[in-house]
């Protein structure tokens, strides 16, 4: 079991915004910032979103993150067929002291 | 632009010491500002951190693993390592090696991953 909670799932039609669920405590999400990573199949995972809501170099602006409280969010605007990957939601955990993944986001472009 | 690339047996016999090596293809290993890490991701699953080395050399460990794991470094040749002991199937993973910004008063996410490499803990 993952510390951070994500649904397993998620789906839409191209065109349409998608949003994906992190959902933490006050250890991690809390107090610090949420990171986002997408992973296509036998591939690396690629840094989508830093610090709650930035996006690094060549991330298009489909992509955006939010945070409120002890949860974040993934939004993804004018959906494409090359979406569809896995997305993990991560974070700094003061308890712990280590970093924490969600279980990830399995998102399918119907 | 900066690159990473793990190195190591594939394939690892249960009790052993499993040892990988990441190489950093620039001088970033050696400037400050960066944290390097070890991430791992069991078949079909999530991530899991397993542990970092800061440019000062100080380590930090994933509790759950921190009895049997260790990072160090070869500033000389740009890489740095990570020995897992006494491992068992439950250590079959691909293992990521990533690049961090240390900021001071907090580190950011991993801004730059090796493609990673599949250990396997069998007899």
């Known amino acids: 079991q993952s510390v951070l909670t994500q649904p397993p799932s998620a789906s839409g039609t191209p065109g349409q915004r998608v949003t994906i669920s992190c959902s933490g405590s006050s250890s991690n999400i809390g107090r610090n910032y949420v990171y986002w990573y997408e992973q296509f199949p036998g591939t690396a995972p690629k840094l989508l979103i830093n610090t709650n809501n930035q996006r690094p170099s060549g991330v298009p602006d489909r992509f955006s993150g939010s945070k409120s409280g002890t949860s974040a969010s993934l939004a993804i605007s004018g959906l494409r067929s090359e979406d569809e990957a896995d997305y993990f939601c991560a974070a700094w955990d003061d308890s712990l002291s280590a970093w924490v993944f969600g279980g990830g986001t399995k998102l399918t472009v119907l | 632009q900066v690159q990473l690339q793990e190195s190591g047996p594939g394939l690892v016999k249960p009790s052993q010491t499993l040892s990988l090596t990441c190489t950093v293809s620039?001088?970033?290993?050696?400037?400050?500002?960066?944290?390097w890490n070890w991430i791992r991701q069991h078949p079909g699953k999530g991530l899991e951190w397993i542990g970092c080395i800061y440019y000062s050399g100080t380590t930090s460990y994933n509790p759950s693993l921190k009895s049997r794991v260790s990072i160090s470094e070869d500033t000389s040749k740009n890489q740095f390592s990570l020995n897992l002991s006494s491992v068992t199937a439950s250590d079959t993973a691909v293992y990521y090696c990533t690049r961090g910004h240390d900021n001071g008063d907090y580190v950011d996410g991993f801004d730059i991953w090796g493609q990673g490499t599949m250990v396997t803990v069998s007899s």
């Open positions: 620039s001088g970033s290993f050696n400037s400050g500002g960066y944290y």
